[in-house]
Nanobody, 127 residues
Framework: QVQLVESGGGLVQAGGSLRLSCAAS????????MGWFRQAPGKEREFVAA????????YYADSVKGRFTVSRDNAKNTMYLQMNSLKPEDTAVYYC????????????????????WGQGTQVTVSS
């Protein structure tokens, strides 16, 4: 089992920044690739970013590329999402999730391959 807890959400003006954290406990954090997803009201959960188990490879949705940065600190069992130049359309509940490292990176955009999920943290961007 892996328990995931997100933090760092809040209300920010357009153009501002937030840093989300995802703290993991349980099985070896470094055995998992990690992803960030978000879900806005009335919309499906969508992929935001992912990072390989060792942190050397990162992947982003086109909508956040150049504005968001995913990173991880395996010594602290924590993943981060630095969000800059936020837009109102970034408003959503943000979730972190874990997938075994042996899964192909081509699958990282698919929510259904992730085994473990956090409870989510709300991000609201005002215009």
């Amino acid at each position: 089992q892996v328990q995931l807890v997100e933090s760092g959400g809040g209300l920010v003006q357009a153009g501002g920044s937030l840093r989300l954290s995802c703290a993991a406990s349980g099985r070896t954090f470094s055995s998992y690739a990690m992803g960030w997803f978000r879900q806005a009201p009335g919309k499906e959960r969508e992929f935001v970013a992912a990072i390989s188990s060792g942190g050397s490879k990162t992947y982003y949705a086109d909508s956040v590329k150049g504005r968001f940065t995913v990173s991880r600190d395996n010594a602290k069992n924590t993943m981060y999402l630095q969000m800059n130049s936020l837009k109102p359309e970034d408003t959503a509940v943000y979730y972190c999730a874990a997938v075994p490292a042996y899964y192909s990176a081509t699958l990282y955009t698919r929510p259904n391959v992730y085994n473990y999920w956090g409870q989510g943290t709300q991000v609201t961007v005002s215009s």
